[in-house]
């Protein structure tokens, strides 16, 4: 089963408009990634946030980490056409064993 | 130069047959990863290997055999190709065993027929 889970599965958007994908998990965890994946490529690692951390920014990035509610949500600001993509989140417990949740399939339209 | 690389790209054979998947990272690192994403995406890890060392093998069908030469290699070998192994196939591989970021190469969209 998926330790995370996506939420929306599909978000389309205007250019230069804030995308905000959630995504929610089960168990415990040591950290918690996120990853883009752009049509027929491999995933890229985005940013990676630990479990005593709150909020990590990175460019036009915001990731947040509640673990209270087993949740995290990822930030676009001023989203771009090239910000179109699958986006993952990863949950990391015991060792690095990375489990993703299904994706949200985010659409920017010029 | 590529970080992490995967041959083939492609790959379509027929049922019963038996293939390889090549990784090669030049990251320098001690951990890679073999990955199977199905065609709703989901993606689910199916070996790790650490310093050419088996950690992770998740349950996956004997048909699916890994082999790390060295630290730089995670080939993956399946027997008797059935039509449900159709999918991607990502390698990846990340600094150390715990707590790291992990870099993927491009995948191997398998094909059975």
């Known amino acids: 089963s998926q330790q995370g889970e996506e939420d929306p599965q599909a978000l389309s958007i205007q250019e230069g408009e804030n995308a905000t994908m959630n995504c929610s998990y089960k168990?415990?965890?040591?950290?918690l990634q996120w990853y883009r994946q752009n049509s027929g490529r491999g995933l890229v690692h985005l940013i990676l946030i630990r479990s005593n951390e709150r909020e990590k920014h990175s460019g036009r990035l915001r990731v947040t980490l509640d673990t209270s509610k087993k949740s995290s949500s990822l930030l676009i600001t001023a989203s771009r056409a090239a910000d179109t993509a699958s986006y993952f989140c990863?949950?990391?417990?015991?060792?690095?064993?990375?489990?993703f949740g299904g994706g949200t399939r985010l659409m920017v339209k010029p | 130069d590529t970080a992490v690389s995967q041959t083939p790209k492609y790959l379509v054979t027929q049922m019963g047959n038996d293939k390889s998947i090549k990784c090669e990272q030049n990251?320098?690192?001690?951990?890679m990863y073999w990955y199977k994403q199905d065609s709703k995406k989901f993606l689910k890890i199916m070996f790790s290997?650490?310093?050419?060392?088996?950690?992770i093998n998740e349950t996956v069908p004997n048909r699916f055999s890994p082999k790390s030469p060295d630290k730089a290699h995670l080939n993956l070998h399946i027997n008797s190709l059935e039509l449900g192994d159709s999918a991607v196939y990502f390698c990846?591989?990340?600094?150390?065993?715990?707590?790291?970021?992990?870099?993927f190469g491009p995948g191997t969209r398998l094909t059975v027929t």
């Open positions: 990863a949950t990391s417990n015991a060792g690095n064993m990375l489990t």
């Open positions: 990846a591989s990340s600094h150390a065993w715990t707590g790291y970021e992990q870099y």
């Open positions: 168990t415990s965890i040591n950290n």
């Open positions: 290997y650490n310093n050419k060392e088996l950690i």
């Open positions: 990251l320098g690192h001690d951990t």
